[in-house]
């Protein structure tokens, strides 16, 4: 190869390379937006999406000006120690990214499971304001309504205590809007104790069991969830077939609850 097409060469890679910064940049961008939307919409802001608009501004900022880091990183190169800092952060970085691709299959295949025909609903409550439901509650509600209308001969167990911003159970919304809405009033069991998806679970089964229904089970709640809703449910020494049934999640909340699930899902296999 002679000089003129080593140049060539080295200028298209420039070229593309220039594309892809500004692409990345571009995307780091968005994300920060999406991440921050939750809290702008709704006033929600948790460690998730604070995390969420960090690494994204990050990403954002390190490809709009990764010249600058790159005479950073020959400065770290200059001696031994932060050398061995600058790879080993290097390295944490990919292998974070690497977790959450891993984590992020996990939950998609989870969220794939199919339900038994007729396996009985455990419908996860979610927050309640005042004595209507919140959005995400509304879809969970309306999923398990599809499913309960798609399966005549199952049960639903709703399940949810009191939250501090409503004046009913969780469990009785999802009773009062599935009721209004058609289904059976003598299909859904109310489970009012449970503060987390451990004990939804553990309380909702134990009403199944005793209702003499089908024991296996159709987990109504958000995609993201239903990794984790599994996990726990195998942990608790459910064994039989569990399925899932997916909420229309509201696209502004999805970034920053499945971020949620990459940091609760090793949290419940561990501590739970």
Known sequence: MNQEQLVKNNS????????FRTIMAVLGCGMFVWFLLPFITFGILNPYNLFGMTVSILVAVYFAFKPVFKKIRDKFYQKAFSKILWKLGRFL???????????STVMIICASI??????????????????????????RITAGKNYLDENPDAICVATGGLGNSA???????????LTESG?????????????????NLMYSYDIIKKQG????????SDGFHQARALLIARKLGIDSKIGA??????????????????FGLPYDALFR
């Open 12 to 19: 298209k890679y420039s070229v593309g390379f220039n594309i």
């Open 167 to 177: 004046n009913i159970t969780e469990a009785q919304c999802m009773y009062n809007v």
């Open 213 to 220: 229904a089908s024991t296996d089970i159709a987990i109504v």
């Open 183 to 199: 289904i059976d009033k003598n299909r859904i069991f109310l489970e009012e104790s449970a503060t987390n998806t451990q004990e």
């Open 114 to 139: 199919a339900p038994s025909q007729n396996a009985s609903a455990i419908i996860l409550g979610a927050q309640v304001i005042g004595d209507r439901p919140s959005i995400m509650l509304n879809d």
């Open 93 to 103: 970085i990919y292998a974070f990214f690497l977790y959450g691709l891993v984590i």
């Open 245 to 262: 049934v997916n909420a229309n999640t509201n696209l502004i909340f999805l970034p920053t609850f499945w971020v949620r699930e990459w």
